[in-house]
């Protein structure tokens, strides 16, 4: 296996355990948008491999952009919020250092399936979905005209809205389909916050990301509330003869999407393919 020396370029801290990490190498590195690469870190004498899906485009062939959560009784990423470590990482020192090896993974989108693409996404889960999003709209900004009209839908679940990460990216890009419904790549961000109650300030849709698939009926007397309203639009117009769905990070979110969705007609890899990152 061939593994690459990696340089840490920088680690741009999101929230509290929530950063991006850029690893730079001086070899390509080849992916298709929604393959992970394996990272290697050594410290202490101990080398730990983790897989974590790149978030990058691929037409950075030097270059890896990762989107990490701590997980505090983790093995490897503790280290990566030491900040020794994070500067012998930046240093290249022989001691602590990382490597890279891949690219793995079939999480990949289908290049001659037309559908529009539903993005289900629970917290680092987001990090495939960013790649494949920067790479469709590289392609279409290299050439709009030939470019094969596409919707995104992106469905992006986490705690809090400081946990919504590449938040800034994705709203821009939203807007620029606002702006311009002829426009033929078309992103409808949809960010949802399942603790609502503990960040009084947001005003946007609440709950977890597969619970936008989940519909109450309205009671007659009640208005639609935001949550009501994206969700029956959802309802109405998801089908799996015109959407491909794509579902990545926690278990309970692809299960949950899995459950509901595989209850109107959508079935596993042809319609749903998913990327679990712990059992
Ligand atoms: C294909 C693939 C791609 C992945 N991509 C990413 C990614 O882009 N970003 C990312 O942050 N992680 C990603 N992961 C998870 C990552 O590989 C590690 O498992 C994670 O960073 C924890 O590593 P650790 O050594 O600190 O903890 P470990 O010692 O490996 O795990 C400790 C415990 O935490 C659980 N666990 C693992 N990940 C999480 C999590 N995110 N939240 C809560 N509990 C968890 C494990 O099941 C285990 O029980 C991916 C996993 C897979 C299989």
């Known amino acids: 296996m061939n593994k690459i020396p990696a340089r840490l370029e920088k680690k741009i801290d999101l929230a509290e355990g929530l950063a991006i990490f850029r690893l730079v190498f001086d070899q390509d590195f080849r992916f298709a948008p929604g393959q992970y690469a394996t990272v290697w870190l050594t410290h202490k004498g101990k080398t730990t491999p983790r897989p974590y899906s790149i978030a990058s485009s691929p037409a950075e062939t030097r270059a890896l ?19 020794e470590v994070v500067r012998a990482l930046s240093d290249e020192s022989p001691e602590t250092h990382v490597h890279v090896s891949g690219p793995k993974g079939t999480f990949i989108l289908d290049p001659v399936d037309p559908r529009d693409l539903v993005f289900v996404a629970s917290g680092t889960g987001l990090a ?9 709209n590289e392609d279409f900004l290299a050439d709009p005209e030939n470019f094969r009209s596409r919707r995104i839908y992106l469905i992006h679940g986490a705690s809090y809205s400081d946990n919504l990460g590449y938040r800034q990216e994705l ?9 311009n419904p002829s426009r033929k790549l078309g992103l409808v961000y949809l960010p949802t916050i399942s603790r609502p109650h503990m960040d009084p300030s947001w005003t946007g849709l609440k709950g977890r990301a597969e619970a936008m698939f989940e519909e109450k009926p309205p009671r007659d007397s009640q208005p639609l509330d935001l949550d009501a309203t994206v969700k029956s639009m959802l309802r109405a117009m998801l089908r799996p003869e015109t959407h491909a769905v794509y579902v990545c990070g926690h278990p309970g979110t692809i299960d949950n999407t899995l459950q509901i969705l595989s209850a109107r007609g959508f079935k596993p890899v042809t319609d749903i393919k998913f990327e679990k990152y712990y059992p």
């Open 65 to 83: 952009e990762f989107y990490i959560n701590l997980v505090e009784e983790g093995k490897l990423t503790p280290s990566l919020w030491d900040q």
């Open 128 to 136: 495939p979905f960013i790649s494949m999003t920067r790479k469709l």
């Open 171 to 179: 709203e821009a890009l939203a807007a620029e389909a606002l702006k």
